[in-house]
């Protein structure tokens, strides 16, 4: 043997290994350390800035909370729809109104019709006639005369004969015509306009009845 002392082999390699892992975890701290002091925030206190330590109750933070994020809900698209077609506006017309008729002509005496053959004497058209002719000229027993029994006993004399047509002037026939006759029984159609003394005048449109007793016409029923 030598003077020198010899190491063992194996312990040379453990040595080695030892020294090998001080330096990686010396290495490992030198590269760790200045990562944590650049994530790390400091703390700083408010006596530190020169100000007072104010408490927040029930341990929550001084920071104000973040709003809170709504989750918005998704829209999903509707299918698109067909166009419905404007409705074409219809034109209104205006009515046209039917021109006025023309007017009665009121006169002051009555119209006399043509005068009457025999045959037609005693017709119930001509009975109407004299009828309204007689209160014309304000002869009231003749008109009076022209009305039959059931007239009589539905409408008393006065008020509806003499003081009825007193005042009247005239009366102008616009149509005067038989509706419809049997032997007995007829309807006269009679328009006329009645014109008073005070020159005032009023149209009336309606009919007669008539009744056939012992071959006379005469006015039985009224419709005005």
């Known amino acids: 043997m030598n003077g020198t002392a010899s190491v063992p ?9 030892g020294v090998t892992a001080l330096a990686l975890v010396a290495v490992w701290l030198f590269i760790a350390r200045p990562m944590s002091d650049l994530t790390a ?11 007072f330590a104010v408490g927040v109750p029930g341990g929550l933070s001084s920071e104000e909370p973040s709003p809170a994020v709504i989750a918005t809900p ?3 698209a509707r299918p698109a729809q067909e166009a419905t077609p404007a409705a074409t506006a219809v034109p209104t017309v205006a009515p046209t109104l039917a021109p006025p008729s023309a007017p009665v002509t009121v006169a002051q005496t009555p119209t006399v019709p043509p005068s009457p053959t ?7 058209a001509e009975a109407v006639f004299n009828f309204y002719e007689a ?10 005369a022209l009305w039959g029994e059931r007239m009589r006993a539905a409408y008393p004399r006065d008020p509806n004969l003499d003081s009825r047509f007193d005042q ?34 009023r149209q009336y449109i309606g009919y007669w009845r ?15």
């Open 168 to 201: 009247t002037a005239a009366i102008t026939f616009s149509q005067l015509s038989v509706a419809e006759a049997s032997s007995e029984t007829a309807t006269v159609q009679a328009n006329f306009t009645e014109t008073y003394e005070s020159g005032s005048s």
């Open 9 to 17: 082999r194996r312990a040379l390699s453990g040595l080695i290994l």
């Open 41 to 51: 925030e400091p703390v700083r206190t408010p006596e530190a800035a020169g100000g």
């Open 135 to 144: 209160v014309t000229d304000a002869d009231f027993d003749t008109a009076y």
């Open 210 to 224: 008539l009744i056939r007793v012992d071959g006379r016409w005469l006015l039985d029923e009224p419709h005005y």
């Open 118 to 124: 025999a045959e037609s004497a005693t017709g119930p």
């Open 74 to 76: 998704a829209i999903t």
